[in-house]
T-cell receptor, first 117, second 116 residues
Framework: AQSVAQPEDQVNVAEGNPLTVKCTYS??????LFWYVQYPNRGLQFLLK??????LVKGSYGFEAEFNKSQTSFHLKKPSALVSDSALYFC???????????????FGSGTQLTVLP | KAGVTQTPRYLIKTRGQQVTLSCSPI?????VSWYQQTPGQGLQFLFE???????NKGNFPGRFSGRQFSNSRSEMNVSTLELGDSALYLC???????????????FGPGTRLTVL
């Protein structure tokens, strides 16, 4: 079975500082990995994904994520945080070797990012 | 291109009633998935429809059902509502260019269901 862990419920960072939101995953085969962001009273917005190839993936709004197969991690990063980045961030995984109901996208529990001015 | 739309945005029902939620995917998207989001359980997958067929189903009771129409629009129905069904219900669509599953999903704003 596939699973995603976001070990931090809350991350606080000062504006202008780099930010990291952590994500680790567990799959049977190879993973497809995604990051989404949710603003209050809104649906989820896609940020970036890792399918194959370069381990460093660049996405929307200056975010990037690094795929680390040995550590089964896919941490979200941004070099300089903005107050407007404050939101709920979700990591998600899909196992490429699964079938049937296991092909669904599994989300982590979410990390609330607060960027302090 | 218009995004995923969901109607209604807010809904208040009482226990025992049933409810139908609607989702219109992005034009050209053939897959529609539904999720339930609650503070305690997070985001939980309900089901996925592709070309009018349910392709995947999450671990929810049979009170939760859905369907997809030929224009890819989808509805989900919850019968005999319980207090615990209060949640934000999110619909997501994806293009599905291949069977590989690498397509990202695009989410609607959700329907906030409150069961009293």
């Amino acid at each position: 079975a596939q699973s995603v862990a976001q070990p931090e419920d809350q991350v606080n960072v000062a504006e202008g500082n780099p930010l990291t939101v952590k994500c680790t995953y567990s799959v049977s085969g190879n993973p497809y990995l995604f990051w989404y962001v949710q603003y209050p009273n809104r649906g989820l917005q896609f940020l970036l994904k890792y399918i194959t190839g370069d381990n460093l993936v660049k996405g929307s709004y200056g975010f990037e994520a690094e795929f680390n197969k040995s550590q089964t991690s896919f941490h979200l990063k941004k070099p300089s945080a903005l107050v407007s980045d404050s939101a709920l961030y979700f990591c998600a995984v899909r196992d490429t070797f699964s079938s049937g109901s296991a092909r669904q996208l599994t989300f982590g529990s979410g990390t609330q990012l607060t960027v302090l001015p | 291109k218009a995004g995923v739309t969901q109607t209604p945005r807010y809904l208040i029902k009482t226990r025992g009633q049933q409810v139908t939620l609607s989702c219109s995917p992005i034009s050209g998207h053939r897959s529609v998935s539904w999720y339930q989001q609650t503070p305690g359980q997070g985001l939980q997958f309900l089901f996925e429809y592709f070309s009018e067929t349910q392709r995947n189903k999450g671990n929810f009771p049979g009170r939760f059902s859905g369907r997809q129409f030929s224009n890819s629009r989808s509805e989900m129905n919850v019968s005999t509502l319980e207090l615990g069904d209060s949640a934000l219900y999110l619909c997501a669509s994806s293009l599905v260019l291949s069977a590989g599953g690498e397509d990202e999903q695009f989410f609607g704003p959700g329907t906030r269901l409150t069961v009293l």
